[in-house]
Structure formats: C-alpha cells, structure tokens
C-alpha cells in the first residue's frame, strides 16, 4: 500500500541538539499525525495537523503541515535522553477512507547523555 | 479518561490454541481499530468498527476474528494462529466524526505463538 516517505531513517545526537525530522507524499493530505513509541509501548499521539501551513507547538515539539500538503516536519529542541524512541508520521489522504491513515516508516532516535 | 486498555500484556500461545485481546476504551469514540505491528515496522491496520460496525476488514485471515460487544469493548478472538502471526497487536480508538483523524492507542498485546 501507499506508504509516506520519512526521514531521516535513524539518529544518533547528542544531548541538548535539536533534532528535525520529515514526512513528503506524492499526494496531498488532509491531516498528519505525529506519534512517537517507545520500546513495549503504543504510539502516543504528540501534535496532530489539520490546515495547510499550520504550525503547532506541544512543549519542545513544533511541527508543520506543509503548504503544498505533500509534506509535514518534526522538530525537537533541546533534546533530553527521554526523547528516545521511534518517531512515526501518519497522514490521511482526501482520497482515501478517512478511518485509514498512512504510515511512514519511522524515524529511530538515540540520544547521547 | 483519555486512555485506551488493553489485557493480557503479554501472551503466549500454541497454534491449537484459541485465546482473545480485549481493548477498551472510555473517551466515548465510537471508532475502534485493531492493527498489527512488527518490530521497528509501522502499525498495520487490520480491523475497524464504527458505530460498532465493521466497516473495515483488510483482508484479515479468518483466524483473526474480531468483535465489538459495545461502544467501549473491543475483542480479537485468536485461534489456529501461525508462528509468523507473533507480533505487537494494538487497539486504537477515535472521534467517529469525519474531520477527526486523531487515533489514540492502548499500550499492545504482545503476542508469542509456538
């Protein structure tokens, strides 16, 4: 099925880097979704997106939905040791059903104490 | 309340076996969804209700069969699972309203099968 691509794959960063991270489609989307997941754990749902060029904030996380709508960032500043997980994007397309959402592939992050 | 359970945590089960993951779930969504998910892999989705109703099957083998007793309960009955079926299975639920995408997910079943 479609998948969205994401990048970068993994990162390894020092404590108190920021750290930036991004989703594109060939397709436009209607909503992205921003998760991270922890080793064991479920996706927690950090920022959702839902208008062309929004911009949200959720403490350090900011993340945009792109203008064209084939694309939304993660941004993470000032990185801490528990901000390590897999961080998943996952966006909806006007196409598509609207129960489904498309995944990205994950972007793994390690962060160095 | 905004958190999706799920019991057992973890299972362990013999491809003769039959067994059942619960979810529930008390943010009044009347969407609820099964996915599985692989390590380091995306959620993929298997299952969903709406309104209690299965609107979505994605080509789910028939040991997989879920259910939907109320607007807060979901099941996965299990039976004559395969090793490869050994994975995180995850309940998520959401708004049932069109323009509302947010999933919120319980924590997994881990699933072992010998």
Not at chain 1, 5 to 26: A, L, R, Y
Not at chain 2, 81 to 107: I, M, R, W
Request: charge should be neutral; proline fraction near 6%.
């Amino acid at each position: 099925g479609q998948q969205l691509n994401q990048s970068p794959q993994s990162m390894f960063i020092q404590e108190g880097e920021d750290v930036s991270m991004n989703c594109t489609s060939s397709s436009i989307f209607n909503t992205w979704l921003w998760y991270k997941q922890e080793p064991g754990e479920g996706p927690v749902l950090l920022i959702a997106l839902y208008k062309a060029g929004e911009l949200t904030s959720n403490g350090r996380l900011t993340a945009q939905f792109g203008i064209t709508r084939k694309d939304s960032f993660l941004n993470i500043s000032a990185s801490i040791p528990s901000d390590v997980g897999i961080y998943f994007c996952a966006g909806r397309s006007p196409a598509g059903n609207n129960r489904k959402l498309i995944w990205g592939l994950g972007t793994s992050l390690a962060v160095n104490p | 309340d905004t958190e999706v359970t799920q019991t057992p945590k973890h299972l362990v089960m013999g491809m003769t076996n039959k067994k059942s993951l619960k979810c529930e779930q008390h943010m009044g969504h009347r969407a609820m969804y099964w996915y599985k998910q692989k390590a380091k892999k995306p959620p993929e989705l298997m299952f969903v209700y709406s309104y209690e109703k299965l609107s979505i099957n994605e080509s789910v083998p028939s040991r997989f069969s879920p259910e939907c007793p109320n607007s807060s309960l979901l099941n996965l009955h299990l039976h004559a699972l395969q090793p490869e079926d050994s994975a995180l299975y995850l309940c998520a639920s959401s708004q049932a309203s069109s323009g509302y995408n947010e999933q919120f997910f319980g924590p997994g079943t881990r699933l072992t099968v010998l």
